[in-house]
């Protein structure tokens, strides 16, 4: 049965080449592509912190008015409020605490005339940088900064 179908798709191969070839380039393509997604997600879904799991924790407050829901997968807001945040950072409930937000920035130079800039940042507290071995490379007088992240 083997030889009936090696001589069968040889047949073909003579006959046809160019969609034969087609047909081997498109398995060719779907198999590449089939193994660059499957790469990407085992990279995107390892944990940057696996060293770090018994010590770092996210806190999610359910401060949300009960009589509405909120409208995320487990019903918790990602982020908590000011106060909430404010009142963990001052209790010292652990040796370093970091407390994240999302925030808006308007960036312009001095003695510049160019237009002023919008980010989008995000703001944090002083122990981010211990405890997610964040390190500056340099810091000047001006408005360059860059931090080096570490890779996964």
Same mark, same amino acid.
């Given at each position: 049965m083997w030889r009936y179908y090696l001589r069968l798709s040889l047949l073909s191969l003579r006959k046809t080449p160019v969609l034969s070839l087609l047909m081997v380039l498109a398995t060719a393509v779907g198999i590449a592509a089939n193994l660059t997604i499957l790469t990407m997600h085992s990279v995107v879904s390892s944990n940057p912190l696996a060293h770090k799991n018994e010590r770092v924790f996210a806190v999610q407050l359910n401060a949300w008015?009960? +009589? *509405? /829901? =909120?409208?995320? !997968?487990? $019903? @918790?807001?990602? %982020?908590?409020? =000011? %106060?909430? $945040?404010? #009142? !963990? =950072? +001052? #209790?010292?409930? $652990?040796? /370093? @605490? *970091?407390?994240?937000?999302?925030a808006g920035t308007i960036i312009q130079l001095p003695d510049s005339s160019e237009t002023s800039s919008a980010y989008n940042t995000r703001m944090t507290t002083r122990d981010f940088f211990s405890m997610f071995d964040v390190q500056f490379i340099y810091v000047g007088l001006g408005v360059k900064m860059r931090m080096k992240v570490p890779s996964m």
């Open positions: 008015n009960p +009589d *509405v /829901e =909120y409208f995320s !997968l487990n $019903a @918790i807001p990602p %982020q908590v409020t =000011y %106060q909430d $945040a404010k #009142a !963990l =950072y +001052d #209790a010292q409930v $652990a040796d /370093e @605490i *970091v407390v994240m937000r999302k």
